[in-house]
């Protein structure tokens, strides 16, 4: 199994990081990427893979992060993301994309700004682009009706949407990774959205430490528990786990173009 969103670098694995790592490659997990949140972590998470191959990384500015950063300084944080990624050490651009909740603080077309940027460094530098898109459906709906998805291919990260959208963002071009909800007992909107993503388009994750799976829920989550989100899917798709197990591996490493 490859795990497509961990933030394994956040601090709270800094007790244990080698542990979890370990556990997660006795749980059968054999790739993880680790999604950069923002220019404080570009540096360090570049490096990773030259130590583990099994690790590899994205470069992105999250739009929950955008509030603390100052906008005046957007234009100077993207020309260095534009540098980082010419180093050819990331697999993707992101985390990246538009957050509801947070545009009390960072207006939602700041935010479009900010990922018609991530677009277009996507595109420039050939790489797929992962995408956070919560409470915005809408406004991402209409961007891609003008800002067409990089030819490397656009993953909707931990996809939240109902199932009636589904089918656009397929029409689109879009892959969908799903986390530990599709685990909970009252899950119904990723489930049901879930059953509407084609078996070739589907992707899995743990958006470790957060959205621990049933039964950890409420805990830190980590990618050891990828075999729970996996079987959950395989359960609500009503498939074999092996042909959902199989299919996200086969569909990921597509994706990022991964031996």
Not at 94 to 109: F, R, V
Request: aromatic residues 6%; charged residues 25%.
């Amino acid at each position: 199994m490859i795990d497509t969103h961990c933030h394994l670098d956040v601090e709270r694995f800094d007790a244990d990081r080698s542990e979890v790592l370990e556990r997660a490659w006795g749980a059968g997990v054999t790739g993880i990427v680790i999604p950069a949140i923002g220019p404080s972590a570009w540096e360090a998470l570049l490096d990773w893979p030259a130590k583990d191959a099994r690790v590899q990384v994205a470069l992105g500015i999250h739009p929950q992060l955008l509030p603390s950063l100052p906008p005046e300084d957007d234009e100077k944080h993207l020309a260095t993301l534009d540098t980082l990624l010419s180093r050819k050490k990331a697999i993707a651009v992101g985390e990246c994309g538009l957050d509801g909740p947070s545009q009390d603080k960072a207006p939602m077309d700041r935010q479009v700004a900010v990922l018609k940027a991530h677009f277009t460094l996507a595109r420039k530098h050939n790489l797929p682009l992962l995408v956070h898109c919560l409470r915005a459906h809408p406004v991402l709906l209409q961007l891609l009706k003008t800002e067409p998805i990089p030819p490397a291919g656009l993953l909707m990260h931990s996809y939240s949407g109902p199932r009636e959208l589904t089918g656009k963002y397929v029409k689109h071009g879009c892959h969908f990774s799903f986390a530990g909800p599709v685990t909970f007992e009252e899950a119904r909107k990723p489930l049901e959205a879930l059953g509407a993503v084609p078996l070739d388009r589907l992707m899995v994750e743990t958006d470790a430490p957060d959205q621990a799976p049933h039964p950890h829920r409420g805990g830190r989550s980590e990618p050891a528990y990828l075999p729970l989100i996996v079987a959950a899917m395989a359960k609500a798709r009503n498939e074999p786990v092996e042909t959902v197990r199989a299919a996200t591996v086969e569909n990921t490493r597509r994706f990022f173009r991964s031996p």
